[in-house]
């Protein structure tokens, strides 16, 4: 997990969801504990993909529960994809 | 009732010409349907994708789609109008994210329902049911005073009762796993529409549990009661009424030793709304199966205008026939 990566995502989930920085951990959950709506997961990748400059799978991107899975799922897009 | 359901409602998408757009225009499985369509004067479709591949997928599988209107959502000069209309709609979002969205197909397709330049989508031949419901939810929204989409299926039920065949409605048995009181009463409202809407025939809406009127005390009775009380509240046109077991809803005979008070639903019901996906989606299938019924659907509602979905395991004629219920719903009333 690189620190930059993991920075940008929780700062680009804080401005999507409405959460401050500091509260947003790896483990925590989209839905159930950042209050997402479960429709919104679309646009947080498509958020994702605008500041990586990625292309992501939506059904792999589905299967992203918490915020230390997007950021290992961005960073494996980013390896395979530069 | 003769005619096979499916000559019938054909027949109806013909008057209507509705124009359906699909999203996943590079399979060769959406091609033949949108040709077929097309040919038969069924619906006019619009087909998204790579125009490229779009050409090769066609001739490959001899697809005649000359005359049908193609667009590229990748390259479309219509992305920075979606992508304000969609800014528009959903606070916080940014023009270059919603720039990125408009260029899937699905989301594509869906802002041209909403921006009323097709009639309907229909969509998920190659992708997850949830990503019909997220470019639909979002990008054409729910209609007014429902919380969540759901589904409904209907039924053919051979010989019923010993009489003819007969059309019931199951709700919801692929979308909502464990709806509140709220969304459940929403389902049976939108249920009742989604039968009118099809079949042309008045819907009676019986909620179901396994306590008739009150012969069974447990939370989850508490949960089809309360629905059973906000739907009637929400001013349908048709008799709902709950809580009621599946025979009390479905058997004369048997509501009338079951149910003391007046009701116009009970031993009459025609669509059934099931407390939970659990027991809508078992229901159905055993319906299908042990009774030999012909399951249509299931259908999509709760949107403000009409979208489906596809199984991935879906073939020619699946999608012709989804096409032909989206158009019928965009239709409107009989």
Same mark, same amino acid.
């Given at each position: 997990?690189?620190?930059?990566?993991?920075? #940008?995502?929780?700062?680009?989930?804080? %401005?999507?969801?409405?959460?401050?920085?500091?509260?947003?951990?790896?483990?925590? #959950?989209?839905?159930?504990?950042?209050?997402? %709506?479960?429709?919104?997961?679309?646009?947080?990748?498509?958020?994702?993909? %605008?500041?990586?400059?990625?292309?992501?799978?939506?059904?792999?991107?589905?299967?992203?529960?918490?915020?230390?899975?997007?950021?290992?799922?961005?960073?494996?897009?980013? #390896?395979?994809?530069? | 009732?003769?005619?096979?359901?499916?000559?019938?409602?054909?027949?109806?998408?013909?008057?209507?010409?509705?124009?359906?757009?699909?999203?996943?225009?590079?399979?060769?499985?959406?091609?033949?349907?949108?040709?077929?369509?097309?040919?038969?004067?069924?619906?006019?479709?619009?087909?998204?994708?790579?125009?490229?591949?779009?050409?090769?997928?066609?001739?490959?599988?001899?697809?005649?789609?000359?005359?049908?209107?193609?667009?590229?959502?990748?390259?479309?000069?219509?992305?920075?109008?979606?992508?304000?209309? &969609?800014?528009?709609?959903?606070?916080?979002?940014?023009?270059?994210?919603?720039?990125?969205?408009?260029?899937?197909?699905?989301?594509?397709?869906?802002?041209?329902?909403?921006?009323?330049?097709?009639?309907?989508?229909?969509?998920?031949?190659?992708?997850?049911?949830?990503?019909?419901?997220?470019?639909?939810?979002?990008?054409?929204?729910?209609?007014?005073?429902?919380?969540?989409?759901?589904?409904?299926?209907?039924?053919?039920?051979?010989?019923?009762?010993?009489?003819?065949?007969?059309?019931?409605?199951?709700?919801?048995?692929?979308?909502?796993?464990?709806?509140?009181?709220?969304?459940?009463?929403?389902?049976?409202?939108?249920?009742?529409?989604?039968?009118?809407?099809?079949?042309?025939?008045?819907?009676?809406?019986?909620?179901?549990?396994?306590?008739?009127?009150?012969?069974?005390?447990?939370?989850?009775?508490?949960?089809?009661?309360?629905?059973?009380?906000?739907?009637?509240?929400?001013?349908?046109?048709?008799?709902?009424?709950?809580?009621?077991?599946?025979?009390?809803?479905?058997?004369?005979?048997?509501?009338?030793?079951?149910?003391?008070?007046?009701?116009?639903?009970?031993?009459?019901?025609?669509?059934?709304?099931?407390?939970?996906?659990?027991?809508?989606?078992?229901? &159905?299938?055993?319906?299908?199966?042990?009774?030999?019924?012909?399951?249509?659907?299931?259908?999509?509602?709760?949107?403000?205008?009409?979208?489906?979905?596809?199984?991935?395991?879906?073939?020619?004629?699946?999608?012709?026939?989804?096409?032909?219920?989206?158009?019928?719903?965009?239709?409107?009333?009989?």
């Amino acid at each position: 997990m690189t620190d930059s990566v993991k920075t #940008r995502l929780i700062k680009i989930v804080s %401005e999507t969801l409405e959460v401050p920085v500091e509260e947003i951990k790896p483990e925590h #959950r989209f839905v159930e504990d950042l209050d997402a %709506e479960s429709i919104q997961s679309i646009e947080l990748m498509a958020a994702f993909e %605008e500041e990586f400059d990625i292309e992501m799978d939506e059904d792999e991107a589905m299967e992203v529960k918490t915020v230390g899975e997007a950021i290992e799922f961005v960073e494996k897009c980013i #390896r395979e994809q530069k | 009732m003769s005619e096979d359901i499916f000559t019938r409602l054909e027949n109806r998408a013909k008057e209507i010409g509705a124009r359906i757009v699909f999203p996943e225009g590079e399979d060769d499985r959406i091609l033949r349907a949108a040709a077929a369509l097309d040919k038969n004067g069924i619906a006019k479709p619009i087909i998204l994708g790579d125009p490229a591949k779009i050409e090769s997928a066609a001739s490959a599988c001899g697809a005649d789609i000359s005359g049908i209107p193609t667009a590229f959502p990748k390259e479309s000069d219509r992305l920075e109008e979606m992508a304000e209309a &969609y800014c528009a709609m959903r606070s916080r979002m940014k023009e270059k994210i919603a720039l990125r969205l408009m260029k899937k197909p699905l989301f594509f397709g869906a802002m041209m329902v909403r921006m009323c330049e097709a009639d309907g989508m229909v969509g998920g031949a190659s992708c997850a049911t949830t990503s019909v419901l997220q470019a639909a939810g979002l990008a054409i929204g729910y209609e007014e005073g429902v919380p969540c989409p759901s589904s409904v299926m209907l039924m053919k039920i051979p010989r019923f009762l010993g009489g003819g065949d007969k059309f019931i409605a199951f709700a919801d048995p692929a979308v909502t796993v464990d709806p509140s009181p709220e969304e459940l009463a929403a389902i049976a409202v939108q249920s009742g529409c989604t039968f009118r809407r099809i079949l042309g025939e008045e819907p009676v809406v019986a909620l179901l549990s396994f306590s008739s009127k009150g012969s069974a005390a447990h939370a989850h009775v508490d949960k089809v009661k309360k629905a059973t009380e906000l739907a009637r509240g929400m001013g349908a046109d048709f008799p709902i009424d709950g809580e009621f077991q599946a025979d009390a809803a479905l058997v004369p005979r048997v509501a009338a030793r079951k149910i003391k008070e007046e009701s116009e639903v009970a031993g009459r019901a025609n669509v059934l709304v099931f407390p939970d996906l659990n027991s809508a989606n078992i229901a &159905y299938k055993l319906t299908q199966y042990l009774a030999g019924a012909r399951a249509i659907g299931p259908i999509l509602q709760g949107f403000r205008k009409p979208v489906n979905d596809l199984s991935r395991g879906c073939t020619v004629d699946d999608i012709v026939q989804v096409a032909i219920l989206t158009s019928v719903i965009a239709g409107g009333a009989h």
